[in-house]
């Protein structure tokens, strides 16, 4: 049986960022994957004292298996489709095209919720640091990663607590670091690596975010 070397969500970060001090004085902007992944990244963005956003995305999942991820939907207009899995599955074009649509709008409704309807952060010229809860298939964390990658940062790290080896080494080719505690060589489920891994509220993400807030404010007025 696997070890569960993370009590909760905030233990998690805050290991987490013990990996990414070296980033602290290039002023990053951390970003978190709702819901979750933004309990992470917002430990991740007290220790280092950065600047928190989300950066919204929905995974697309089959028709008669929704916790079969099929790719995912990003806010910046990124879709991403594993092929593989989509033909295992047996999905039309048809089907896909309506999946996909309604993701985009549920994209669209978060946009309104997290950041009163405002487009995704502007990235350009920063060092990005994306932050997931973990990750065993990857698909929405590729979607985000090509998005950000697509709006040229100074740096781009994908950043989790615990991840499968062979996602991390996939999804390299699109950062320029990857930083994660706990890499696995089997994994089946990002929930096994975590004691509490209680469902994240929309309220939850709401008030994490505002508390980053001022720290924003204040630099902009120093």
Known sequence: MF????LDREHAGRELAKHLRKYRHARPLVIGL???GVVVASEVARELGADLDVWIVRKVGAPVRPELGLGAVA??????????????????ADELAVLVDQKEREVRQRQKLFRGGAPPPDVAGRTVIVVDDGIATGGTMRAVLRDVARRQPARLVLAVPIASREKLEELGAL????VCVEP???MFSVGEGYVDFEQTSDEAVLELLERRRPVVEARGHA
């Open 3 to 6: 070890a569960r070397p993370f």
């Open 75 to 92: 806010e910046g207009g990124e879709k991403y489709l594993d092929p593989g899995i989509v033909a295992e599955v047996g999905v039309s």
């Open 175 to 178: 950062v320029d670091d990857v």
């Open 184 to 186: 696995r060589e089997v």
């Open 34 to 36: 709702p819901r979750g």
